[in-house]
């Protein structure tokens, strides 16, 4: 007794190697998976799922969007409050001075490139030091054991 009807079908070249291809990662027959391609399309609810599909997507892209503006806001603010501070405690210097500070600023220049290559190097970033800092700041107001973590010193 047979199930099935056959029927005879045409493809692109390249769409039929893609069939092929996944019916040999999946380990089933061609058949089986035009035959699941189709009964997806002509399914009430693929559109559904699909749509399924793409809202975890944008939702997962919304909270990923959400973490790099919060980590922008605190960007910004941490620029802004460094400037305000170094504007605040610099002096202006003298012609005769300004040479000086100018060698020792490119000077201290090169050593934070350096000490932010090893940082990005290592992979960890400021915020997420941050945070863990605040941790264990807190775990430690509470005095509970808290373990270091390091980070690159820049020498100024």
Same mark, same amino acid.
């Given at each position: 007794m047979q199930t099935k009807t056959r029927m005879n079908v045409y493809f692109e070249p390249a769409l039929l190697n893609r069939v092929e291809a996944l019916a040999l990662r999946r380990n089933v027959s061609k058949s089986a998976v035009i035959e699941a391609a189709v009964a997806s399309f002509l399914s009430g609810d693929a559109a559904e799922q699909l749509e399924a &599909?793409?809202?975890?997507?944008? =939702?997962?892209?919304?909270?990923? /969007? =959400? $973490?790099? =503006?919060? %980590?922008?806001? /605190?960007? $910004?603010?941490? &620029?802004?409050?460094? /400037?305000?501070?170094?504007?605040? /405690?610099?002096?202006?210097?003298?012609?005769?001075?300004?040479?000086? +500070?100018? +060698?020792?600023?490119?000077?201290?220049?090169? !050593?934070?490139?350096? +000490? @932010? !290559? *090893? *940082? @990005? +190097?290592?992979? =960890?970033?400021? @915020?997420?030091?941050?945070?863990? %800092? @605040? &941790? !264990?700041? *807190?775990?430690?107001d509470d005095g509970q054991s808290v373990g270091g973590a390091g980070s690159d010193d820049i020498s100024v």
């Open positions: &599909v793409f809202s975890r997507r944008m =939702d997962k892209l919304s909270r990923q /969007i =959400d $973490g790099v =503006d919060e %980590d922008l806001a /605190i960007l $910004g603010e941490t &620029v802004s409050m460094f /400037i305000r501070f170094w504007l605040t /405690i610099t002096p202006p210097l003298s012609e005769s001075a300004q040479t000086s +500070a100018r +060698a020792k600023g490119a000077e201290r220049f090169e !050593g934070f490139v350096q +000490a @932010l !290559g *090893r *940082r @990005l +190097a290592k992979g =960890d970033r400021f @915020l997420n030091e941050l945070s863990r %800092d @605040l &941790v !264990g700041a *807190r775990m430690a």
